[in-house]
């Protein structure tokens, strides 16, 4: 038993100062256990034994010769000062002890010889004097298995001395069950706490346990202390199920519970941040293998966010919704990568100065519930008289990339790394889960403005791009875990107690009977959830038009007022850029073909022949532009014109030409990608 052999070894006994764990340590059974803890403490009650057998079986031998009389005199004083020579190496209270031991049993072993071991008071002397020296040594066994942070001794030097860390002090240990954490102390000027984190494994290996079950927490005040943690027992081999969100209807700003660390704490992290405790908001990386269990990783954290009342998500996976679909309804805005993706991060750079801005005028530093609520606190309005402005509240915004090395590539280090800076003061977080967690996915500078990580089993190699070296160090190695172990993960995260970093949790497993929780929570997430604000919603739609729906309502509920008060707005021939009344109930699937659908059908009129004059071209070109508008196909490139040029006997360099004139016009801005342009919704055209 793995637990036992830890036990056995003798450190967490030598150093616990409570001794054994309750119900551990030797066979088993109670006897068994009894004659564990009576072992150590027998042999100075045998040497009483052999002593007296020795003075009786010596007396028949020698109790009338002068000469033996003589001879055993002399071995016992040679003895005695043999003893005080050869003790020279221990301590001077040690060194006594066993020269009075030696002298005593010796002197009355002579005497027993030669007079008979019942003779006058020598019987009494064995009967009283052998005890009190056997239970002296039996005191001192039992006071050296509590050095209250003293030095450590030999015995502890047999693990660390063994680990190449012989020197250094282990102090008194706290036993948890499970969890043994223990200081330690190095040999000042000599050791670092470096040397500790590079003997982990080596400690794992003495101690008979998995590298993950040994972590060390540096002191941060102090080079040559720290805490070594053991966790002995493997608590999470269990599987959890997830049964439905911890919290439905919190606020965002509550801690989103994704499963259990290995001593049976809550797994939490937080988005965002909290002004009283000095956190900016964050944006989350979800690293992990194939089959490491970043699927269902990914749904704990969205459930735990759909479940929140005044948080909205804009959520793209290039995969088609396929671990997502019976969530989808609950998002604010979905996307399936390509171009509506492309579609989305455009929006997302466009309201970022909005929503900043907005929180500014309120009076808000960072995001805060309040934010969220009605504007009725003069401590917060945005007019100038000081009363109260009315406004309606901003929810917090989490933008999600599934899969998204392509689109981080595709926007380029210096635009993302902008994004993730700004939009913590924006109320906003971004959450990013790569296929594969290492740095051919993403660059070093992308990687760098994600500060919280969920690092779940990946190959060896890639565990430096999945958590920071000092976690590393401290013993986390998802590495050792590959796709093993599905959904252990260290949490890397502001808000969680920095000793918690190299701890391993497990997040909870989806199964096909959380399907119908799932669809139950969207269907709640859709009424009871948070929508997008009049100034996020007016932002959005400034620069994805129709691509931008907001979340529906299915039931014909009315809208709530944000998005009317957008739509009133609008120019009343468009009807506004919003959905239409008439429109709510539709899938928003059907509504926003993908890009490479998109490109086969036939959606321009069938007109074909003669080649149009250039005003009839640069008419047609403008109404492509109007429907692919209307179809929420925002980002275009001369590519998109392929049909549409055969049609009209026009070339597509010709296209080429167009889209920069439109570019210049205003119809279209650049992308960072090179050929591809955003179309501007009509409405902000100038
Ligand atoms: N917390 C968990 N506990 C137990 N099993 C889990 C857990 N999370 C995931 N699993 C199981 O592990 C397997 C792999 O999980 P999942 O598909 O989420 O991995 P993945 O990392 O998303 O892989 P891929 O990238 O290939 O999609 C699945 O069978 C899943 O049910």
Redesign the pocket.
Known sequence: MRHTDFLDNGMVAEYSGAGLLPGEGGGGSVRGYLLHRVKPHLPPWLGWGATGLAGALGNWRWGESAAAGVGLTLASVGLTGATWLMGKSTSQQRRLHSAVTVAAGSAWLTAACLAGPTTGPIDDLYLMGGPVVALSWNVRMVLRHNPEGAPSGSADGGLLEKVGLARAQIGNAKVEPNRVTAPVALEPGEQTNDDVSKALARIASALDLPKSAVRYTPDPDSERRGDLVIVPEDMLSE???WEGPSNLGGSIAEPLVI?RYDDGAPLLVWLPGDPEAGRNSTHILIA?????????????VLTEILSRRDVIVWFSDP?AF??FAPLRSGLDWSAEGGTQTEVMVAAVEAVIPARTRWLGAHGYRQWVPAAAEVQNDPEHTCRSDGRACGCPGMPFLVTWFEEAANTLRNLGDDTFTGIAQEARSAGMSLVVSL?RPSYDQMSTSTRASLPSVIA??CDPRDEGFSLPETVIDAGAHPGAWG?R????CYVVSPGIDEDRYPSPG??????IRAVPVMERLAAWAQRNGAHADPVTAGAVSGVAGRAYTGRTTDDGAPKPSALRAVEEEDDMDRGGLLVDPEDAGIDPEEELPGAEEGDDAPIFGQETGRKPSPEEARRLFSDALAEFETEGRMIVGPKDFTDWCDQHNLSRSWVSLRLKDAALDGRLEATNQTGRWRIVPALTAA
């Not at 992990?288 to 704990?300: E, M, Y």
């Not at 497990?506 to 199964?511: E, G």
């Open positions: 599987v959890v199920e499963g992990g293998g194939t089959g490491s269990g970043k699927g269902d990783t990914a749904l704990n995969k396929q671990d296929q779940l089993g796709n172990r599905p959904g252990y497990r997040t909870r497993r989806f199964t």
